[in-house]
């Protein structure tokens, strides 16, 4: 019997829920495809059905990650405020917030990158990408805000973001957030 399109779209985003969660608490290297499978209860055929190799798997999973971005991180922030600076800065709230809600986990992009830095060049680029994908939203907010150099002051805004994201999760507090954020409003004037 053949599962319906729809079946095996759930299929497949069910499987990257589970493996996204896993990567997220475990690593990349240190889980495994067995892993995967126990937690899904799937059986490795049905696996290599929708993902030819783990490192298929997690470029999938990082795609969606970076396309989740948007609506979880930029779209609630830029609701928040109608100010540019204040758009820019809410980005920071929103971020907290949801390192508060999700037991401290950082970016999996980064994650990515670094566990597959020189190691799987597919791998390390999805990664990076992500992390270029948020450092032009925050250019392209900049810019919205009129500011003289949207694209340094973008760039460095973004990098404030991350060091919180790290720290926070290092320390398990996401106070280091309030300290990102007062640090990129005295750079936004």
């Not at 809600?101 to 060049?121: F, I, Q, S």
Request: glycine share 6%; charged share 30%.
């Amino acid at each position: 019997m053949l599962m319906s399109t729809d079946s095996q779209t759930l299929k497949r985003q069910e499987i990257l829920d589970r493996a996204e969660r896993l990567f997220y608490c475990g690593g990349f290297h240190a889980t495994g495809v067995d892993a995967v499978l126990a937690d899904s209860g799937i059986s490795k055929r049905t696996l290599y059905k929708y993902f030819a190799s783990k490192e298929e798997l997690i470029e999938a999973v990082l795609d969606r990650y970076a396309s989740n971005v948007d609506c979880m991180v930029f779209e609630p922030a830029i609701a928040r405020s109608d100010d540019p600076r204040g758009r820019i800065l809410a980005v920071f709230d929103v971020r907290r917030e949801l390192m508060d809600n999700t037991a401290y986990v950082g970016c999996l992009a980064m994650k990515a990158a670094e566990e597959y830095k020189d190691r799987h060049p597919g791998i390390e680029a999805s990664g990076r990408q992500s992390v270029e994908y948020v450092e032009s939203r925050f250019v392209t907010l900049c810019r919205d805000a009129g500011l003289a150099d949207p694209e340094t002051t973008g760039r460095t805004v973004a990098l404030l973001l991350q060091g919180a994201v790290v720290t926070s999760q290092l320390r398990r507090d996401t106070s280091a957030f309030a300290a990102a954020r007062a640090a990129a409003e005295s750079l936004l004037g």
